[in-house]
Nanobody, 124 residues
Framework: QVQLIESGGGLVQAGGSLRLSCAAS????????MGWFRQAPGKERERVAA????????YYADSVKGRFTISRDNAKNTVYLQMNSLKPEDTAVYYC?????????????????WGQGTQVTVSS
């Protein structure tokens, strides 16, 4: 079983940057694809980025493409989300998630383990 702990959220002005980290427990981190999701009040949970087991393949939602970068360091059991050029529309609770499947899951219900979330607030 994997336990995930996010950090790095906070308050930032529009145009600023934040780097989120997700530290995982266990000895099998490198066997999981990882994803970052966000959920704003009254909205569905949205997958914003994902990365394959080795880090060789990535996915980005159109809304964040070119601004966000996902990466992982399997030696440190950690996945990162670098967020640049932040907009007020990026305000949400951000969650990291782990996928045991052979392919990267396309929807939230395809992920097996979840962190508790970290708040990101972008002011105008």
């Amino acid at each position: 079983q994997v336990q995930l702990i996010e950090s790095g959220g906070g308050l930032v002005q529009a145009g600023g940057s934040l780097r989120l980290s997700c530290a995982a427990s266990g000895r099998t981190f490198s066997t999981y694809a990882m994803g970052w999701f966000r959920q704003a009040p009254g909205k569905e949970r949205e997958r914003v980025a994902a990365i394959s087991r080795s880090g060789g393949s990535t996915y980005y939602a159109d809304s964040v493409k070119g601004r966000f970068t996902i990466s992982r360091d399997n030696a440190k059991n950690t996945v990162y989300l670098q967020m640049n050029s932040l907009k007020p529309e990026d305000t949400a609770v951000y969650y990291c998630a782990a996928d045991r499947g052979w392919t990267i899951a396309a929807t939230a219900n395809g992920y097996d383990y979840w962190g508790q979330g970290t708040q990101v607030t972008v002011s105008s």
